[in-house]
């Protein structure tokens, strides 16, 4: 695993979709000094958990706008599967999801950040692939000057929290704002922020 923790977010381009439109050479620059970032790794389109996930960040899309957030998701699928997966309901699709999920269809992204399962080993002009190469459930708090504040990586198999993510937020805004640390296992609505 990559430590990026107090490290500049790897920048990139890519495609992706939100609202139901394809994103062309989607950037996280277009966030830096106005916005806060989560990105969202998830392993695979179609799938169960990553769908719960999915949504999940949804219904809680208002607690993130209140705190100046944008939710970003990636995954390694193509930006036609994503857009494909957000036209269903049944069957489990993600229709109703209005945030940015983008595309890492060559694996960089995931590379990057150091999420990506699986080895690729190049011997002899011969590459070799061992495993998926699909990102385990990474996790990625963003602030406003790009620096990374927060990682988080899960196994595949390991399901996320929404509401620590929501805390760690609460956490470092209140340590921006005061200067102060927050106790262990506060909760914003216990306490006077």
């Known amino acids: 695993m990559i430590n990026l923790i107090g490290k500049k977010a790897p920048n990139f381009n890519t495609n992706g979709v939100k609202n139901n439109k394809i994103i062309k050479n989607f950037s996280l620059k277009k966030f830096y000094k106005k916005n806060y970032i989560i990105l969202i790794f998830y392993p695979k389109d179609f799938s169960y958990i990553c769908t719960t996930e999915l949504y999940s960040f949804q219904d809680e899309i208002e607690e993130f706008n209140n705190r100046n957030v944008k939710l970003i998701a ?28 983008l595309s890492d269809i060559n694996k ?86």
């Open 74 to 101: 990636i995954s390694t699928d193509s930006e036609y599967s994503h857009l494909t997966w957000l036209k269903i309901k049944k069957n489990g699709g993600i229709m109703g999801i209005n945030y940015y999920i």
């Open 108 to 193: 960089t992204i995931s590379y990057n950040y150091g999420v990506l399962s699986g080895t690729l080993k190049i011997k002899n002009n011969n590459l070799k692939v061992k495993g998926e190469l699909i990102p385990y459930r990474g996790l990625f708090f963003i602030d406003k000057l790009s620096i990374i504040r927060h990682q988080l990586i899960n196994d595949i198999h390991i399901s996320r929290n929404i509401y620590e993510v929501l805390r760690i937020i609460d956490s470092w805004q209140y340590y921006e704002k005061n200067g102060e640390l927050l106790p262990a296992n506060f909760k914003k609505n216990n306490l006077i922020i």
